[in-house]
């Protein structure tokens, strides 16, 4: 089998993940590359050095631009603060690299643009990093949809609720600092809600939401304070093209709701309704059971015939948050290998990333925003 | 309308729960006979009176016997410890009156054929106030189980959970003195899930159980310590007739459940699952269902189609625990109007205690105990 | 005890919760008045009088103003279509009735401060029926608030689902014409979310909705088709007074759920969650828990030191919907007696309406409404 | 870091979920010795060299006499039928060998204690794979346990359900087969329960129990019917030491339940609660609470605080079926590397036994059977 070799950006919370799924992909999945993990980049030496021991990289760099100029990587992951997204695609595009890039896609439609437009003139397989659609519960519910199963959409409604900043004495990190992270909850967690939204519904048509700083400053390790300048939470209303209504909410303060993204879809035949924190179920609701026995079914989603699960183990068995990554590697090797179009690619980050300014607009002027249809 | 005037004994829960039953009934239910609230009986006048005064009873009467002789009382309504179960219910019959009794309805199986053969003797209708047969989510499972939705059943799996005595500091009352209740959870809670099982599944056959005190003495009014002379809980094992397999367990002291009488059913096309907390909900997972989608799915049982439902209120509206009795209540007025036996009667507490008493012998002997098929 | 007469108008589904809740609540709670049943007031006699046997209502009446003049009549008990209420409410302040209205309490703001206008004026005591303040579990819910557990509100989040109209095929009912009804799902759902919002989190400042009517007709009994007026659907966005952001939602087009008054209250110290079609049971998060052990605990609120719930049964054994009715009742009589406001009062229902409006408004025209501070 | 190197016996369900293990623990656990998967054993060569070179192992083995007897083996793991455990344990003991086994230990106690007794005699570390110890919320649970904050345990029941045998056209597979297996749901299901339960609650001091064989022959791939030899389910109940009761029960006719391993604990002052179908959840309900608020807790276990937590990922991001033997591994190499005895060790695993050989002899006597005290 071929090698793919992997230059990874970025050592933290998304470089594990990430990590972790390149090695074990191929032991469950039938891969047709096998990802070789040949450098890993970060800022911080002695932290990169750990990682890239921890994880058995070939080689380590500190500076972005060596990495992805080097001869030897195919697969630039970037997997760093949204702010470096932009320049660390371009570059890896114009040196033929095929790009993996972690969400939200840019700082703003703009930027998402460029780097899709660099990446398909470069001719490279690039994928943003929903890993949510590969959820296989998800997948399910897009193939229950895709089969009729809920009939005409009304209503597509998701919250995406964490709380580590619900305490205001949490400490100020680089997630606060729009310079660095291009905005908070909004583009942190409602990117992902509104990519299974396009995913799973269709395009949006337009937003109408609101964004708030509860909590202003907070404290840094130098005992100074640190001016937030992202939004702690970002509500906001949508119409789709197809005719579904739809309400978002996504916030770092929802006290005791650690990383509980649910959606509920609404139509004429059935509903479908999931939770993140449960993310092995998914709960369908049929119009067409006999009248005196409708109701939610919880469909535990680890059966043979359930996406992703027949590489796995037994009925029963749950998998984990990190196994989403695995699906979306083992989905972006067959793509590269086949020279299909990864999917979602760019250009769903970019149509994102739309929606997600959209929102910011209304948020300032107060009124609805029309989605330009292209 | 003809009226049936109701001799109540008992002033305390069962008492208050009945009352509102008789009250209520004709409001909602098509009823054949009017309920009138005739006598009240009870052995402290200061309570008494209150009672009475607050369900609006014509009349009092502090001695059972004069109660049940009275001309103007057609049915007596028996809601007193268990020792005096059977004595009321003989001299009810010996009236000729009807009788509604609470349960178990007897203080052993001796006593319970006893009151079966004098009410029969007598002709009158009798019926053994198994209330929860009236859930409509336990109706609803037994339709189910008719239908063939479940197959053939392979296990039943009951637990009735409460935690009034888990406080070794709860007080001493009537129910933990086995010449008063004649045992304790076992008779109080197994009871229930006995006579369940008896109507979902069928007979049993044999049973093996065991019984404990973990608390053997409790705190009285007075300040001494009363000794508890019945089972705080009492677990067996069961074979049934007709194949199944069972388990069961009542205990008081199940720490955080109040009222968590919970029931499985296992069959080789489907499963039922039920909890009294929750006694507006039925699960069922139908084998038959396409295999991507299967699931316990929770049927809100509150639409017209569903037993008793249509009496109440618009889908999604629930119903208490207290409605059980209402529905009672219109299922024997109903059988009383049209000389049909009740269900369930005092055969079927009958047959109840004697499931009862073979798990205390099997409880003693720490053998099998093989029911009579009688 | 002094008795209070009472004349309904209204006898389907209000006029049965109501008159139930007059029958019982004095079997229960210890009333201050004895509620008599003194006149039913409904269009079709036929149905009218059966309304009347049922309940032992003492007499009947077919028009309204008949009824709120008669001498015998103390309080008037509004359960008509909402276009109704205002002339009868003026018409019953006139002629010194006390009041229970329905909700929502009009068709608009401007009838709602009328009403609650003449009813001050005329000295007589008003209530809307706004039943959910006496969820004991929503009841609770305030108690929390009010005791600092939840600490500073961030988010109120509450959704109100149906289901009723997600089949195109559900036949045209007066709810779904705005001459009768005002509005659909908005003024029929969101005002119990609205009033639940002031009642738990104080006064809204501004707000931005969107309506939809997903079916624009719907067939009538005699073979025509009506004109749907009325939303299916109105979703919108919050601002409170004191700083708490709110998304809301009602529709009668989500499939499967029957009855879904959720919400959910996130502050800095705690949460708290609600599910009507589970409203024994009150979710509760506290950030005071020790860090290991901290959860959603699901208070199951049947004990005797909840709201209420001394009145009722032992610990685990549930109430039903129609519950909250009877309490509502109890609190009525109460104020009466002691001539005190009661709560929630016409200004309530006032405010509630202006918030409707204000959300109404700013469907039409794509932006936020400011709520006056009156 | 020192290398262990690893001999894999086993190639199917276990086999692949073990090397998983050995192959991850290093990438999130600080390991003090580096697993090397230095040779695969299987017996169906096609198989097994499809399974070593998906897991990267370094040499393959057909014979597992070979593969115990190499110098380059320091760990031999068993995860071959049950019948196979004794001879493979008692030659790798025998070659000085580390060992790690599949639950259960072996086809009975006197097999069990012989493992137990030549594994000690040849002072390698040995340990059972009792992998559902290492699931976080169960750790947990042992130290809440541990804490007090249960008290005094009155009850512990727990069941294992699962549903592959509930068709009866599933087909014949070796863990029908008395001679393979040793036992069928008992020693399958019931010996994790019994581990957990001496885990949590300590010593067994008596049983008596029921197995059935419900489906007395399967369809076999070449036509014929198997006989099944082994039990569908097994029930049963137990005395502990300490005074609790215990009530047990696995099958593989549970028809909907997959792999829903679920056991109570109540005590004087808490209760817990858990379900391996949603194993990052553990239910907590403390009598400490004030009495207004208390309630059934769901702690989602994925804090940092909480038992191997800190190696993954943030709060709320679970973990899944898998887990739970890295963890495992990762324990066994520091007994390993810190020369103390693994935990749980082959005494574990033969104490286990004696529970299950003591369950099936009350069987065939249909009376309580005592556990030694040794």
């Not at 770092?252 to 092995?280: H, P, Q, W, Y």
Request: net charge negative; hydrophobic share 40%; glycine share 6%.
């Amino acid at each position: 089998m071929k090698d793919i070799r992997v230059g990874m950006i970025g050592t933290r919370f998304m470089g594990r993940a990430h990590s972790n799924a390149f090695i074990n992909v191929g032991h469950f999945f039938p891969v047709p590359l096998h990802p070789v993990l040949m450098a890993a980049c970060g800022r911080n030496e002695t932290h990169l050095d750990k990682f890239a021991s921890r994880f058995d990289y070939r080689s380590t760099e500190t500076s972005w631009e060596q990495l992805v100029s080097r001869d030897d990587i195919d697969l630039v992951d970037i997997c760093t603060p949204n702010a470096t997204h932009l320049p660390i695609a371009l570059e890896a595009a114009r040196h033929g690299k095929d790009i993996l890039c972690e969400k939200p896609i840019a700082m703003n439609a703009e930027e998402a643009f460029q780097m899709y437009a660099a990446a398909e003139a470069a001719g490279v397989t690039h994928m943003v990093a929903f890993n949510y659609r590969r959820v296989p519960a998800i997948k399910l519910a897009k193939q229950m949809i895709d089969q009729g199963l809920i009939g005409r959409i009304y209503h597509f409604n998701a919250v995406y609720y964490q709380d580590w900043l619900a305490d205001p004495r949490s400490p100020f990190v680089w997630r606060n600092d729009v310079n660095q992270a291009g905005s908070g909850a909004h583009g942190d967690l409602n990117a992902h809600t509104v990519d299974l939204a396009r995913y799973l519904i269709g395009e949006f048509e337009a937003v109408n939401g609101t964004q708030d700083v509860f909590i202003k400053e907070r404290p840094k390790e130098d005992g100074t304070m640190g001016q937030v300048t992202v939004d702690d939470s970002t509500e906001f209303l949508a119409r789709f093209r197809e005719g579904a209504v739809g309400v978002f909410m996504a916030t770092r303060l929802a006290t005791g709701r650690k990383n509980s993204l649910r959606f509920e879809v609404f139509g004429s035949k059935g509903s479908l309704a999931f939770n993140l924190e449960r993310m092995n179920e998914l709960a369908f609701y049929s119009a067409d059971d006999p009248d005196d026995r409708q109701g939610f079914r919880t469909i535990l989603v680890t059966a043979k015939s359930h996406p992703y699960l027949s590489a796995w183990w037994p009925p029963g068995h749950i998998i984990g948050w990190e196994h989403t990554f695995i699906h979306e590697i083992y989905d972006l090797l067959v793509a590269i290998e086949s020279h299909q179009a990864a999917v979602p690619d760019f250009r769903d980050g970019w149509k994102c990333q739309q929606v997600l300014d959209a929102v910011r607009d209304s948020s300032l002027n107060g009124q609805w925003v029309t989605l330009d249809d292209n």
